[in-house]
């Protein structure tokens, strides 16, 4: 199974001077990718979105045990 909307939604200019590792295989990669053109996983590498994911998560969380008692 091959996702084509997320290569579509990949940008047509990519800046091969800025790489970084894929976190699934480890091979070089534009920072402004979506996905790994090695192994196909999706990357991310805006670490901001993931602390405001958490942050959401933990939130409800406490919002669900502090509803329960």
């Given at each position: 199974f091959?996702?084509?909307?997320?290569?579509?939604?990949?940008?047509?200019?990519?800046?091969?001077?800025?790489?970084?590792?894929?976190?699934?295989?480890?091979?070089?990669?534009?920072q402004?990718?979506?996905?790994?053109?090695?192994?196909?996983?999706?990357?991310?590498?805006?670490?901001?979105?993931?602390?405001?994911?958490?942050?959401?998560?933990?939130?409800?969380?406490f919002?669900?045990?502090?509803?329960?008692?």
């Amino acid at each position: 199974f091959f996702d084509f909307k997320s290569v579509s939604e990949e940008k047509d200019e990519l800046d091969y001077n800025n790489l970084s590792d894929c976190p699934h295989c480890k091979k070089p990669i534009p920072q402004d990718s979506t996905m790994c053109y090695y192994c196909g996983g999706e990357v991310y590498f805006n670490k901001k979105s993931y602390k405001f994911f958490w942050l959401v998560l933990i939130l409800i969380v406490f919002l669900f045990i502090y509803l329960i008692f």
